[in-house]
């Protein structure tokens, strides 16, 4: 099975594969990307989907210090990496902090918000459904 994201006007260099057999992303090449887009010029944030099936959905995300997600659930399991910068999320009535290399895991239907203390590089996974098979 094989499912890509079309180009659009915001990623005009053609269609990427987001459901295949195989799928190899380079993580640096993609935050780049991320960074040199207008999205990212004009706000506080920007992401891309890598992965999307049935079952699970993988984003990087790129946030600048400040930002913030706030009131946040997921239908389903959510793990979010800190690949760089830090962040603080607050699950349910506890705070905790991570930083490059380290990892959250939050169950689904858990009210979280997560604020970024230092530029982050976030890739997130959200299990569940993800409407893998409505791409």
Known sequence: ???????????????????????????EE???????????????????????????TV????LREGAS???NT???IMTVQVLDGRVEARVGNN????G?????FIHREEPHTIQVLE???LLITLTGDTGGDNV
Request: aromatic share 4%; net charge positive.
């Open 30 to 56: 993609r935050i780049q990307q991320l960074e040199a887009e207008e999205a990212w010029q004009k706000n506080d944030r920007n992401g891309i989907t890598l992965f999307k099936t049935t079952g699970i």
């Open 1 to 27: 099975m094989s499912k890509s994201n079309n180009a659009t006007f915001r990623r005009p260099d053609g269609s990427r594969p987001i459901d295949d057999d195989r799928i190899v992303t380079d993580l």
């Open 100 to 104: 490059k290399g380290e990892m959250l």
């Open 95 to 98: 705070n905790h902090k991570a």
């Open 74 to 76: 997921a239908a389903g």
């Open 119 to 121: 530029h982050a590089r």
């Open 69 to 71: 997600i706030t009131d």
């Open 59 to 62: 984003v990087l995300s790129t």
